[in-house]
């Protein structure tokens, strides 16, 4: 267990729909990470949060957004959904951000599905 | 364009064998190399990680070599057994200021017996 949570486990929803993600890094950790993972693209880096401002932005489409809450967890917000966003999303956290261990603690993902 | 080439996509390895994966760079102001094991239905976690400034690191039966002058760097299992079966993914970070990696595609491992 690596001590990050990310709800829900599964989701199912339809084209133009709009989904939260949600996670809870783990105690103490100040920066969280989203990436998508699909077959083809493997695991993306789409945005870093820490201590609640947006740190760094990768492949993150305008319709994807995400904020870092003063209690630490993270939303990851997906709006106008299509069939191509159909992923597995992980969250990460890590102790700080610069020259720390720079190890990553993912979480178990959450599997969105658009039909 | 940051990058990571990991080779190959899938690994079939014989009980007790060796095991190795192959990653190539393109961006030199990386410098923080880790690899990462993910077992179905879980996330990745970190397994071994190196950095520039050494050829080789070693944990365990896992061992990392790496090749600055080339921008390749690749992981060793040794004696490989069937519980090392997942996706291996390589990894590549700058680290000042963030640790945004840039994985690999990943590469499934079957060990078996």
């Known amino acids: 267990d690596s001590g990050v949570t990310q709800t829900p486990k599964h989701l199912i929803t339809a084209t133009g729909q709009r989904v939260t993600l949600r996670c809870s890094p783990r105690?103490?950790?100040?920066?969280v990470y989203w990436y998508q993972q699909s077959l083809d693209q493997g695991l993306q880096f789409l945005i870093q949060y820490y201590n609640g401002e947006e740190r760094a932005k990768g492949n993150i489409l305008e319709r994807f957004s995400a904020q870092q809450f003063p209690d630490l967890h993270s939303e990851l917000n997906l709006s106008s959904l299509e069939l191509g966003d159909s992923a597995l999303y992980f969250c990460a956290s890590s102790v700080a951000t610069g020259h720390a261990t720079g190890e990553l603690f993912f979480g178990e993902g959450s599997r969105l599905t658009v039909l | 364009q940051q990058q990571v080439k990991q080779s190959p996509q899938s690994l079939i390895v014989q009980k007790g064998g060796i095991s190795i994966i192959n990653c190539a760079y393109e961006?030199?102001?990386?410098?923080?190399f880790p690899w990462y094991q993910q077992f179905p239905g879980k996330g990745p976690a970190l397994l071994i990680a190196i950095r520039p400034d050494v050829s080789e690191k070693k944990e365990g039966r896992f061992t990392i070599s790496f090749n600055k002058s080339a921008k390749q760097f690749s992981l060793h299992i040794m004696d490989s057994q069937p519980g090392d079966s997942a996706t291996y993914f390589c990894a590549a970070g700058i680290g000042a200021g963030s640790y945004q990696l840039t994985f690999g595609k990943g590469t499934k491992l079957s060990v078996i017996p």
């Open positions: 961006n030199t102001a990386f410098d923080y």
């Open positions: 105690s103490g950790d100040l920066s």
